[in-house]
């Protein structure tokens, strides 16, 4: 069993944005409430989407 817990992106900028996209860690607010109970493929997943949404936004 694996013991590394992914750490959450949370930058502590929290401000959600008209899509409910936070614009500190580019999550949903939706991602932000699931994080707790996900595991790390979830995580990682969750990641990935903040990632592309932050690329899209051009930061």
């Known amino acids: 069993m694996n013991s590394f817990e992914i750490k959450s992106p ?22 932000i409430i699931a994080w707790h109970d996900s595991d790390n493929k979830e995580k990682e997943k969750i990641l990935k989407q903040a990632k592309q949404r932050r690329y899209k936004l051009g930061k």
């Open 10 to 31: 949370c930058v502590r900028n929290c401000c959600l944005n008209e899509q409910d996209i936070c614009l500190g860690c580019h999550r949903s607010l939706d991602e």
